[in-house]
């Protein structure tokens, strides 16, 4: 029965039997209130969170005063998901997103319920996140060079995942995982490096860094000190200076190592100080390597070389000059010295006369005493080598300048429009040659022009008294004249046969050059047909010439005639030549005509260069109309040459047979007398009329 009341009962149990007789036994009961169970939730705690998807365990217990361990009757419940299941224990992984009041309840065996709750909210995964520390972006790094890869990887749910990170390149694929990776085989190019990571709910994160790997470039050297060619005087300090630069080591100048090709090694860093450098021509290199290997270099040549002493040059006065007494004389100099430089203003001059005269790069004196000094200018270098240089210089009373005049001859006939030639000396015993100050006139014409060497075609018809005068320094004067007549003149005409115009010449081959010229008062000319070319200058005379032009290109070929009174008349063809180009060739010395005495001293001298042979001038060949060969070379020196008037002819062949002359005009009177004079110029026309093809000329050369 289940209506006992509480408390506690004793129980009878009573029985009589048919006779009357009864029997009984008896037992205590208490009759108790009912206990509901208890129930207890061992997890999760209350107030977790917990990402969806992620397994949840529910873990409780239940026991009842009356019933005992009820745990296996447990239910489980969410309000929001509703009923979850039974049972002590349940792992969920389908929990909804939200706040759950989970509860476990159970119910006794007499009704009674008991049960407990715990608050679990359950959240959406996050990605985790990565971030790449090393390399920079848009890093440049050397090929070989090796490249650490450094990155951390966090995830809200799993915390730490640096150590699961994975790293790929957009060139070489994957290239390893962890936190941190060293690679010194990435290839050359633009890389997009990558590290991602991917939690334990396979949610995934990554960064990313653009990397470049360059291939290595060689160190730079640049010497500063020395200077390439420069000479060094044997024992003087020599600083060697020099800065090496890598694009991937950056400065490396304390790194350089220098080397002599005389003496080796020499020692290491960007600047040294050598004062034991060997004699000789040094080259010096600067050598440089960078930490992957690669060298650069740079050299510079260097001599040293023994003491020398210094170099002194007077320019004035000039050797053997005359001056008069009180007129005043410059002293000029200069002096240099290999070691120690300009010396001029370290000058001394002194007289073999007069004695010391000052000192200085210019002095000017006019208190030398009467008679032939030698002046000494002399310098000391810094290493006590003493240089000097000496000219003889007269001091004498002035006297009057002599004028000797060759053209023109007295009563000679000239055609209006003739090239009339005026042609004089002047020398003065003080102020030496004054031919360059003649000064021409004409009674007819007036002034006519200044020097030597005067062509004048546009004098008056008529008788003319031509006068030359010449003043020297000191204001004493000289004249002669001359008697001529101008009278009418017609040109002549000229004419080239072959070859004809615009004709293609080899270089090289013979070309025929034919003319005729005739003059309605000296009648055939053709003999004195003079040929030139704008490409070789003169080709030589008459009617008929065999030449192989020069240089390449397009030439005009000139023939030109003069009559006997100086009227020309030209004409010209066309012809282009191919293939080698001849020498040029251009007289320094003598500048232009000059008059000389038979025992002075001509000084030849000229350029000459070929463009496949380069510098030619030491091979330039000197003869004289008169006297023949003269000798080789340039400058060359010549005295004693005969009297007269000399066509010098400069003449150069290049490697290939292409030569190139040049003329000038050298007058050797004989004293009072024309006759050196015109016998020159009898012997010039002769040597014109010579002239074969090959030789060259340019007017005015």
Request: proline residues 5%; glycine residues 10%.
């Amino acid at each position: 029965m289940s209506t006992l009341s509480l408390g506690t009962h004793v129980l009878t149990a009573a029985v009589t039997d048919a006779l009357g007789l009864s029997g009984s036994d008896a037992r205590s009961l208490t009759i108790v209130a009912n206990a509901a169970p208890n129930v207890s939730i061992a997890a999760p705690l209350d107030g977790a969170t917990v990402v969806e998807g992620t397994s949840v365990d529910l873990i409780a217990s239940a026991s009842d005063a009356e019933d005992g361990d009820l745990t296996p009757t447990i239910a489980w419940s969410s309000s929001l998901d509703g009923p979850l299941g039974s049972g002590g224990a349940l792992s969920l992984s389908t929990l909804s997103l939200g706040s759950h009041v989970l509860t476990a309840a159970v119910t006794d065996a007499l009704g009674l319920s008991g049960s407990d709750a715990r608050t679990l909210t359950i959240v959406a995964n996050a990605a985790p996140t990565v971030s790449i520390a090393a390399p920079l972006d848009g890093a440049t790094v050397v090929e070989g060079t090796s490249v650490d890869l450094i990155a951390s990887a966090d995830d809200a749910e799993d915390g730490d995942l640096s150590a699961s990170i994975t790293w790929s390149s957009s060139l070489d694929g994957p290239l390893g995982s962890g936190g941190a990776l060293s690679l010194s085989t990435l290839s050359l190019g633009s890389h997009v490096l990558t590290a991602a990571v991917t939690d334990a709910l396979g949610l995934s994160g990554s960064d990313a860094r653009t990397l470049t790997i360059v291939a290595n470039a060689a160190p730079t050297v640049s010497i500063a000190a020395p200077l390439d060619g420069a000479t060094v005087v044997e024992g003087t300090s020599v600083d060697l200076i020099a800065s090496a630069d890598d694009a991937e080591d950056g400065d490396l100048s304390a790194s350089i190592t220098w080397s002599s090709s005389l003496d080796g090694p020499l020692g290491s860093g960007g600047a040294l100080s050598l004062s034991t450098l060997s004699l000789g021509t040094h080259v010096l290199t600067a050598t440089v390597t960078d930490a992957l290997g690669l060298s650069g270099n740079d050299v510079r040549t260097l001599t040293i070389v023994a003491n020398d002493p210094p170099a002194v040059s007077i320019a004035a006065p000039l050797d053997g000059a005359t001056v008069v007494e009180g007129t005043s004389v410059d002293l000029i100099a200069s002096a240099s010295d290999p070691e120690d430089g300009d010396l001029t203003p370290s000058i001394t001059w002194s007289s073999s006369l007069d004695g010391p005269l000052g000192s200085g790069g210019a002095l000017s004196l006019s208190t030398l005493s009467l008679g032939s000094h030698v002046l000494t200018a002399a310098v000391t270098d810094a290493l006590a080598a003493v240089g000097s240089a000496q000219v003889t210089l007269s001091i004498v009373e002035n006297a009057s300048p002599t004028l000797t005049v060759y053209d023109p001859s007295p009563g000679a006939i000239y055609a209006e429009g003739d090239a009339v030639p005026f042609a004089a000396t002047a020398m003065d015993s003080e102020d030496g040659n004054l031919s360059a100050a003649i000064q021409w006139s004409s009674n007819v014409d007036g002034g006519l022009g200044v020097g030597s060497i005067l062509t004048r075609d546009d004098l008056s018809p008529g008788a003319h008294t031509l006068t030359a005068s010449v003043t020297d320094s000191l204001r004493a004067t000289a004249i002669r004249q001359t008697l001529i007549t101008i009278v009418p003149n017609a040109a002549p005409i000229v004419t080239i046969d072959t070859p004809p115009n615009g004709a293609l010449v080899t270089l090289g081959s013979d070309v025929d050059l034919n003319g005729s010229a005739v003059d309605a008062e000296d009648g055939d000319l053709s003999a004195a047909i003079v040929w030139l070319s704008s490409g070789s200058g003169y080709l030589g005379t008459g009617p008929h010439l065999s030449i192989a032009p020069s240089p390449i290109g397009n030439q005009t070929i000139t023939a030109i005639v003069v009559d006997r009174r100086g009227l020309p008349d030209t004409a010209q063809i066309s012809i282009s030549v191919v293939a080698n180009a001849a020498p040029t060739l251009t007289i320094t010395s003598p500048p232009g005509y000059v008059e000389i005495t038979a025992v002075d001293p001509l000084t030849l001298a000229a350029m000459a260069s070929d463009a496949e042979d380069g510098d030619l001038s030491a091979s330039v060949r000197w003869t004289s109309n008169r006297d023949g060969q003269l000798g080789t070379g340039s400058p060359l020196s010549v005295d004693g040459l005969s009297v007269g008037l000399h066509a010098i002819t400069a003449s150069v062949t290049d490697s290939l047979g292409a030569t190139r002359t040049a003329q000038r005009a050298v007058s050797v009177p004989e004293s009072g007398t024309l006759a050196g004079w015109a016998a020159g110029l009898i012997g010039l026309a002769g040597l014109a009329r010579r002239r074969r093809a090959a030789t060259s000329w340019t007017p005015g050369a």
